[in-house]
């Protein structure tokens, strides 16, 4: 795997506003303070933290949430290290073991983290247990974290009562990898705009490259995001997920991602997915008030 975009110096035409925040990016290193985990299913090149805050600074980006990478498994440092160059800006959301104890999950949200992932994508085959999943969400719950979900589009009907059904806030990551390709009227995208209407459930449209059938502009991706934020204005988010681990098609630059927010709506509903949903969410303050 190579970054593709880590060296471009483009910056975009669309102007995002104060306070902007990418809710899905990640780091991979450095190798010789963070080892990679021993059982992993990709070996990427090291990104450091250094790498992606020039890249955020290049877009525009003040806020940012990383998003523990599976190839450090539940050793989060490489996570707690970026949050605590600056705490006031910067949140995480985790990996967990099944037996992580009490104090270390106070510790961990000491350090700025406000969720933890589950990998519910069949493919991948590392689908949580269902009796451990439920415990971890009943015992993140007093933390005031929410959980963060990878599937795919089709396994939402399989999962929504269980998603709904829970105490504490989950978001859908990258559109739910729904498949442009199907249409928006494909069932599988259906059922993600019906769960997005649940009231505990967010979703991050992040993952254009993922969800576009044809690449390039990834402009086919554009009336899903549409339509999410039309479900539900108040509860979607947006990442570049940085440095695109396995990515559907090539990213030349982040610049793009960012040009593409001019279509997804107006100043308002991009203010919401920029800056007031992630503000309330990832505990920020919401600095347009």
């Known amino acids: 795997m ?10 975009p ?14 780091i991979w290193g450095p190798l010789e303070r963070y080892p990679y985990a021993t059982q992993r299913t990709y ?36 996570t707690l290290d970026a949050i605590a160059d600056d705490p006031t800006n910067y949140r995480g959301i985790a990996l967990v073991d099944a037996d992580v104890s009490d104090a270390e999950l106070l510790t961990l949200h000491e350090g700025g983290i ?3 992932r589950f990998g519910f994508v069949k493919h991948l085959k590392a689908r949580p247990d269902l009796g451990e999943f439920r415990r971890m969400v009943d015992r993140i719950a007093p933390l005031g974290w929410h959980v963060l979900i990878h599937l795919d589009a089709a396994d939402i009907e399989e999962l929504r009562e269980l998603l709904c059904g829970l105490p504490v806030p989950v978001v859908i990551d990258h559109m739910g990898r729904i ?8 069932p599988a995208f ?13 979703v991050k449209l ?9 690449g390039g502009t990834f402009l086919d991706a554009v009336p899903f995001a549409q339509a999410l934020i039309r479900v539900t204005p108040d509860r979607v988010l947006w990442g570049t997920d940085f440095p695109h681990p396995n990515p559907r098609h090539a990213i030349s630059d982040e610049a793009d991602l960012v040009n593409l927010l001019s279509h997804f709506g107006n100043p308002l509903a991009l203010h919401k997915l920029l800056v007031s949903n992630p503000a309330r969410l990832y505990d920020f303050s919401d600095p347009s008030k």
Request: hydrophobic share 35%.
């Open 13 to 26: 035409d669309f102007q995002l506003p104060g306070g902007a925040c990418d809710t899905h990016c990640h």
């Open 2 to 11: 190579a970054l593709t975009a880590s060296l471009q110096q483009r910056k």
């Open 43 to 78: 070996t990427p090149p090291e990104c450091d933290k250094y790498i992606l805050r020039a890249m955020h600074q290049r877009l525009g980006i003040s806020r940012v949430v990383v998003v523990q990478p599976i190839v450090h498994g539940t050793d989060n440092r490489v």
């Open 114 to 116: 406000r969720g933890i």
């Open 190 to 202: 259906k059922q993600l705009l019906a769960l997005a209407s649940q009231p505990n459930c967010w």
């Open 206 to 214: 992040s993952g254009a490259d993922r969800v576009s059938a044809t």
């Open 179 to 186: 498949d442009a390709a199907g249409g928006a009227e494909q």
